[in-house]
């Protein structure tokens, strides 16, 4: 298995503060106006609730992302810099940039293999996502930092529901 360095120090406090303005100060908490699609997002392990709205343009732009809910600073912060990534992207990037957070928060991928894998436009995104990857040693808070994409891919998919107890 190919795992990414630790991170150092630095790195650390640098991405803690991140997650605590994020956890602290969420953007977009709200629900999206003329949302096209809503899903509810549960992480029983931690007692995080989150629901996401979304507005999708004909063209298949997500033109607004947004959520509200209740739960630990990482599900939170989580949900804060997706709804900021991906407002005004493709609808189609949101799996690909979910894969990347996903391996970050596994340590499968650090920030810069991350980057190389989502279009270039998200690298910035990347770097703020990437405080996420402090998790990688806490199996229960990789759900944590996941549930709010889980709940919006199930939304663009159609579904209302999403548990991270599958
Ligand atoms: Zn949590």
Redesign the pocket.
Known sequence: MNQSAPLNDDLRSLYQEIILDHGKSPRNFRVVEHASCKAQGN?P????RVTVTARVSPAGVLEDVAFEGK??A??IASASMMSEALAGQPAAVAQQLFAAVHDLCTGKLDADQAKAAVPPVLGDSIDKLASLSGVRQFPV?V??AT?PWHALISCLDGKTQTTTEK
Not at 45 to 48: A, N, Q, S, V
């Open positions: 992480n392990m931690c007692g995080d739960g630990c990482i599900s808070r759900k944590c549930l």
